[in-house]
């Protein structure tokens, strides 16, 4: 059986660790981690403006999103597939 592509493993695990029933077997380091990749992949470096601190979720997100703007595209996905498949493998889904 052929392995599947970069991209294809991507969209595979993004839809797994994107379904509601997944998300709470995760920690929210790992949900912010996965978002800020995920965002690199679909959207390319973050150049939305720093929402304040005193809206710490849109802050959160932000920042998740912003640590990863020195990636490529490939690198992301390539970083998102490992710790999708960790999260997975550890929360037994």
Partial sequence: MPSDSLEEKFQRLAGIVGKKATRP?????KKLELYGL??????????RPQPSRMNPVAYAKWKAYKNYEHLSKEEAMKKFNEIAEKAIASSKL
């Fill in 25 to 29: 077997h995760m920690s929210l380091s």
């Fill in 38 to 47: 995920w965002n690199q992949v679909m959207h390319g470096p973050n150049k």
